[in-house]
């Protein structure tokens, strides 16, 4: 009787280890899943509307799957309907233009005739930025600024997931060929941060460690540091300001704490938004002084 006992659990065991766990392990996540949307169905965050983003399968492409090498391989308007089904409705997903070139090989701004090479735009030509190079995931219009202030202002912090995903999906492709040591999310002022309860800089580049032993196409060994660059002073909001107010109100406003931290070190810088750059701008000053041997810059968004 105890030798017939035994047979079950072993059969269960080998079940467990075999291809039917994870079969198993679907079918609970499915039905845990429907559970969860029946009492409270997927909403999107752009509209408010109601909707089904399973409806075109999307669901299987969450998660790890996502960062697959097929995703890679895909156009980027596929790849953000994907990335930001669950949380955005397919009507909101066209708003999320993408940013192309040709634009200016410095600042990243894409120029609004689609002809022609990539060339200095008036801003850089003939000055020296303390970046080498900035780009951004998307134009900072419609879905983009939506996405923005939905996660920025309104504290809807599940955005910042398929965000980072197509950041870091950005990043693997613009900086394949030259990746960076470290990664450093732009920081905000400690009264900015108790008032906001977050940075929004930082919720986007968390998971990269992750995505990048998902995807297994990390272009090389990075480390991302909050504790290496600070703010110093407390500015107002900058929205609104010319470019040279802007330069003058943050000039000198960003600290670097361990020096020895960034000498010689290529670092990406990681914000939100690009504007005029000053932000960028006084953060990679700071850092080249400090000894960084290269700078550049990743936003989600880049205005035209």
């Not at 089904?52 to 409806?55: P, S």
């Not at 693997?172 to 905000?188: F, S």
């Not at 504790?227 to 909001?237: C, G, P, S, V």
């Given at each position: 009787m105890r030798e017939t006992l035994r047979v079950p659990g072993r059969r269960w065991?080998?079940?467990m280890e075999g291809n039917g766990a994870s079969s198993f392990r679907r079918e609970i996540r499915r039905w845990t899943q429907a559970f969860i949307d029946a009492l409270f169905p997927p909403r999107c965050l752009g509209c408010g509307v109601f909707y089904?983003?399973?409806?075109k399968g999307d669901a299987e492409d969450s998660g790890p799957l996502i960062m697959k090498e097929a995703f890679f391989q895909m156009a980027f308007e596929e790849v953000v309907r994907r990335v930001l089904s669950p949380?955005?409705?397919?009507?909101?997903?066209?708003?999320?233009?993408p940013l192309a070139p040709p634009w200016c090989p410095v600042c990243g701004v894409m120029f609004a005739g689609r002809q022609g090479h990539d060339h200095l735009c008036p801003a850089c030509d003939g000055i020296s930025r303390a970046f080498g190079k900035a780009r951004a995931v998307?134009?900072?219009?419609?879905?983009?600024m939506t996405a923005v202030h939905r996660l920025k202002y309104e504290g809807k912090i599940q955005l910042a997931r398929p965000l980072g995903r197509l950041l870091f999906m950005t990043y693997?492709?613009?900086?394949?060929?030259?990746?960076?040591?470290?990664?450093?999310?732009?920081?905000?002022h400690r009264r900015r941060m108790q008032e906001?309860?977050?940075?929004?800089?930082?919720?986007?580049v968390r998971k990269w460690p992750r995505y990048a032993a998902q995807s297994g196409k990390a272009p090389g060994a990075f480390r991302i540091a909050r504790?290496?660059?600070?703010?110093?002073?407390?500015?107002?909001?900058q929205t609104g300001l010319s470019r040279s107010r802007r330069r003058a109100s943050i000039r000198g406003a960003f600290r670097v704490k361990r020096p020895d931290a960034v000498a010689g070190k290529k670092i990406l810088l990681v914000d939100d938004v690009h504007t005029t750059g000053a932000t960028v701008e006084a953060c990679a000053e700071a850092l080249t002084q400090a000894g960084a041997l290269q700078v550049d810059v990743l936003t989600l968004a880049r205005t035209l």
């Open positions: 065991a080998s079940f089904d983003f399973r409806a949380q955005v409705c397919p009507s909101c997903v066209q708003g999320f233009a998307g134009a900072y219009a419609q879905g983009w693997c492709r613009l900086w394949k060929e030259a990746p960076m040591d470290l990664v450093l999310p732009v920081p905000l906001r309860g977050f940075n929004q800089a930082y919720l986007l504790d290496i660059l600070f703010r110093t002073r407390w500015e107002h909001a």
